[in-house]
């Protein structure tokens, strides 16, 4: 409510992510066939109004993450089909997030805010393991561990009211991805043919400028769109078939039915177009030339108490 000065808020989304699947016979199928990585942040997040023109906020995060990955063996059973190795994980991790809110006047607005970085500890995964007979005693299953930080993101935002029915917002965001500099499976039984795992990534931080708008057509229905830019985190000579990532602009529009004073209902269609990218891996010397584009529709229930 308006007139309260402390406020609770519950959000539920997925902020990181990646499914990359490739054909099992491809030429790059030992690097990789297949990874999916998800992770739902649930966070509880107080604020407190100081006054009619400043707030501040924190909260908890509490991160569920889940990993998957499928990559080619370079060993042939009798029928000519090379082994596959996969591997599954999951962990639980917590992390924070604070800001803070200034309102000078009626039609201006600007906003901080800090999401940590999350330390995901994955224990006693499992890692199994397709080869010919000869060399089973070389792939045995087992279990593996493995520590992946998803970055930080720190965020100022502002707002204008130009008049009753239209607000703009531009967001920039500051994403901490140099803490990601090594992928890394610890295997707990090791061979001649199966030993862990350290591969280079070498991310750097970077930022996402966004941009966008919103009009008010009834008295319950809103719609947006709105435009960024995502500046890629991985240099040169580090791209790799999991991450074949390069700059990206994104194209989104929205909209929202105000159906009750405690529900609003938000619809969301998003269109990503990345550069084209060619680049030798520094370690692996696979070389590709890569582009990506993606269609993501969206929809959302908010409930306000």
């Given at each position: 409510k308006k007139e309260d000065r402390y406020n609770f808020g519950l959000g539920v989304y997925t902020p990181f992510g990646s499914l990359e699947q490739w054909p099992n016979d491809?030429?790059?199928?030992?690097?990789?066939?297949?990874?999916?990585?998800k992770a739902i942040f649930i966070q509880p997040t107080v604020s407190y109004k100081i006054s009619d023109k400043i707030g501040i906020g924190a909260g908890l995060i509490y991160s569920i993450n889940t990993f998957s990955l499928k990559?080619?063996?370079?060993?042939?059973?009798a029928m000519g089909n090379y082994g596959e190795a996969s591997l599954q994980g999951s962990a639980n991790a917590?992390?924070?997030?604070?800001?803070?809110y200034f309102k000078p006047n009626n039609k201006f607005s600007v906003g901080l805010?800090?999401?940590?970085?999350?330390?995901?500890?994955?224990?006693?995964?499992?890692a199994n393991f397709t080869a010919p007979s000869s060399l089973a005693?070389?792939?045995?299953?087992?279990?593996?561990?493995s520590?992946?930080?998803?970055?930080?993101?720190?965020?100022?935002?502002?707002g204008y009211i130009v008049n009753e029915k239209l607000k703009l917002a531009l967001d920039i965001n500051y994403i901490g991805w140099s803490v990601y500099d090594t992928l890394s499976f610890n295997f707990a039984n090791n061979t001649s043919l199966l030993k862990d795992v350290h591969s280079p990534r070498m991310y750097k931080?970077?930022?996402?400028?966004?941009?966008?708008a919103q009009y008010q057509l009834k008295e319950k229905l809103f719609v947006r769109c709105g435009t960024y830019f995502d500046m890629s985190p991985v240099p040169d000579g580090y791209i790799t078939p999991e991450t074949p990532d390069a700059n990206r602009i994104g194209i989104t529009t929205g909209v929202s039915w105000r159906f009750s004073g405690k529900f609003n209902l938000d619809f969301s269609f998003l269109?990503?177009?990345?550069?084209?990218?060619?680049?030798?891996?520094?370690?692996?010397?696979?070389?590709?030339?890569?582009?990506?584009?993606?269609?993501?529709?969206?929809?959302?229930?908010?409930?306000?108490?």
């Amino acid at each position: 409510k308006k007139e309260d000065r402390y406020n609770f808020g519950l959000g539920v989304y997925t902020p990181f992510g990646s499914l990359e699947q490739w054909p099992n016979d491809w030429k790059g199928q030992f690097l990789l066939r297949e990874i999916n990585l998800k992770a739902i942040f649930i966070q509880p997040t107080v604020s407190y109004k100081i006054s009619d023109k400043i707030g501040i906020g924190a909260g908890l995060i509490y991160s569920i993450n889940t990993f998957s990955l499928k990559q080619g063996i370079p060993v042939q059973d009798a029928m000519g089909n090379y082994g596959e190795a996969s591997l599954q994980g999951s962990a639980n991790a917590f992390g924070y997030n604070a800001g803070i809110y200034f309102k000078p006047n009626n039609k201006f607005s600007v906003g901080l805010d800090y999401r940590s970085s999350v330390k995901v500890k994955m224990k006693n995964g499992t890692a199994n393991f397709t080869a010919p007979s000869s060399l089973a005693d070389s792939f045995p299953s087992t279990t593996f561990s493995s520590t992946l930080t998803l970055p930080s993101t720190t965020t100022l935002g502002f707002g204008y009211i130009v008049n009753e029915k239209l607000k703009l917002a531009l967001d920039i965001n500051y994403i901490g991805w140099s803490v990601y500099d090594t992928l890394s499976f610890n295997f707990a039984n090791n061979t001649s043919l199966l030993k862990d795992v350290h591969s280079p990534r070498m991310y750097k931080n970077v930022f996402i400028f966004r941009a966008g708008a919103q009009y008010q057509l009834k008295e319950k229905l809103f719609v947006r769109c709105g435009t960024y830019f995502d500046m890629s985190p991985v240099p040169d000579g580090y791209i790799t078939p999991e991450t074949p990532d390069a700059n990206r602009i994104g194209i989104t529009t929205g909209v929202s039915w105000r159906f009750s004073g405690k529900f609003n209902l938000d619809f969301s269609f998003l269109y990503i177009q990345s550069m084209k990218r060619t680049d030798t891996n520094i370690e692996t010397q696979f070389s590709g030339t890569y582009k990506e584009k993606a269609v993501i529709p969206g929809i959302g229930l908010e409930f306000l108490f």
